[in-house]
């Protein structure tokens, strides 16, 4: 058994996997890590091996507590992953896009790739058939967007995410929501076609915590799955031992 740990710019999620299968799922705050890990191996006594990827400013420390129940493995740069990195700055590309990256090479092998993580950033990434990493791009999530239109301005009220009842904002509120979340679809739908324009065939993977909200609202066909950073941790697992 492995136990996955993505540790995002917000956000704790971890999953539990027998082979392929989910067996348990897991999200919590950076202040409970060590209290939520221990739960899920009192739960899980099976676990053998702890993967983690982490964006975020966890110590390292609060892992190493469980180093005598668990072999430990930290994903970094320096691990193997299943496709060529053509980033012109490779040390400083996001781990996370690294999982996701490796884990649409593993399951969607041979052909075109598009990630897209829409979490408390948005990710894209694209991977081709010959699996040359070519970059993407990186742009604010929808929570972001929502608080820093109120932060950086006098006027704007926080408010809560809230689907728009029309392109044409009637008031503040209205105005902001469409911004807001007319303008991600419409990004995200404008990247997709823009890729489309360039490569004749490829696959869209879609996930991060907007998920479900946005694969209602794109145009465009794309295969959500709100697990696959997990799922991608867990596969370089198994490519890793095999690998490294
Ligand atoms: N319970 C929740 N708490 C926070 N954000 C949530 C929640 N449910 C859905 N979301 C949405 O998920 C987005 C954040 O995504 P996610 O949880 O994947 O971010 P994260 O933990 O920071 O990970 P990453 O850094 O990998 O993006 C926000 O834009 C928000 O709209
Ligand atoms: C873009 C984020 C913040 C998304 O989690 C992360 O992947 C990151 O910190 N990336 C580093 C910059 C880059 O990927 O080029
Ligand atoms: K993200």
Do not use: W
């Amino acid at each position: 058994m492995v136990l996955t740990i993505d540790v995002g710019n917000t956000r704790i999620k971890a999953a539990v996997f027998e082979g392929d299968s989910v067996l348990g799922k897991f999200v919590f705050e950076k202040n409970q890590l060590e209290k939520k890990i221990k739960n899920i191996l009192e739960k899980f006594q099976n676990c053998s091996d702890l993967v983690v990827a982490s964006v975020g400013n966890v110590e390292k420390q609060s892992f190493l507590t469980f180093e005598k129940q668990l072999n430990i493995h930290f994903l970094t740069h320096e691990n193997a992953f299943p496709f060529v990195n053509k980033y012109a700055t490779p040390k400083t590309l996001g781990i996370d896009r690294m999982v996701l990256a490796a884990g649409a090479v593993l399951q969607f092998p041979k052909q075109n790739r598009l990630v897209i993580d829409a979490g408390t950033c948005v990710t894209y990434d694209f991977i081709d058939e010959s699996d040359h990493y070519l970059g993407g791009a990186i742009s604010p999530g929808l929570q972001l967007r929502y608080e820093t239109l109120h932060n950086f301005t006098a006027k704007l009220p926080l408010l809560e995410l809230e689907v728009p009842e029309s392109y044409i904002g009637n008031s503040t509120a209205q105005s902001i929501h469409s911004g807001i979340v007319n303008g991600f679809v419409y990004e995200i739908d404008g990247f997709i076609d823009e890729y489309r324009r360039n490569f004749s065939n490829f696959i869209i993977i879609l996930t991060g915590g907007d998920t479900d909200f946005l694969a209602k609202r794109l145009k465009n066909t794309i295969f959500a799955n709100s697990n696959f950073l997990l799922e991608s941790l867990n596969q370089i697992f198994q490519y890793k031992i095999d690998n490294d």
